[in-house]
């Protein structure tokens, strides 16, 4: 039996060595009916990713602010995170990996939690998502505001 899972990769493709034998291992493992790369996408087709996912994940180190875990938040998504940079501000510590180890054990986690455990953790994120708002921001300006007057 076919199991029914299949992985998109969002976002620029660069046509690099890595990409290119990523591509050939797909080929070769008989994934690429499984493992599809969109290149980049227009906003409405990237909610559409977001609301359709079972979950994400964001692997680029050195990052400044983890903007992409949010947004997967926002849209009531677990966003499993690399354990550095910017997403040890956004992602919260449970769905955080520092290894390809932990990465695979927080997606064999996720795949085994309930649909109501993933909703239940959904909109725990969106709720907390919001915390990253710019009207969240505003609001706490102004009270430092009138704290000063």
Not at 72 to 87: Q, Y
């Amino acid at each position: 039996m076919e199991s029914d899972f299949y992985v998109t990769f969002v976002g620029e493709i660069l046509q690099n060595s890595y990409y290119k034998n990523l591509v050939k291992k797909i080929r070769e493992y008989g994934l690429d009916r499984k493992i599809h790369f969109t290149g980049l996408v227009n906003e409405s087709k990237l909610r559409e990713y977001y609301l359709n996912c079972a979950f994400g994940i964001y692997t680029p180190i050195r990052e400044d602010f983890g903007m992409i875990p949010l947004e997967f938040n926002s849209a009531g998504k677990i966003c499993l995170s690399v354990d550095e940079g910017g997403c040890i501000e956004t992602t919260p510590l449970r769905h955080r990996f520092s290894n390809s180890e932990g990465l695979g054990k927080s997606i064999l986690k996720l795949m085994d939690m309930s649909l109501e455990g993933k909703k239940k953790e959904g909109e725990l994120l969106r709720k907390r998502a919001k915390n990253f708002s710019s009207r969240h921001f505003i609001r706490l300006l102004e009270k430092v505001e009138e704290l000063a007057d």
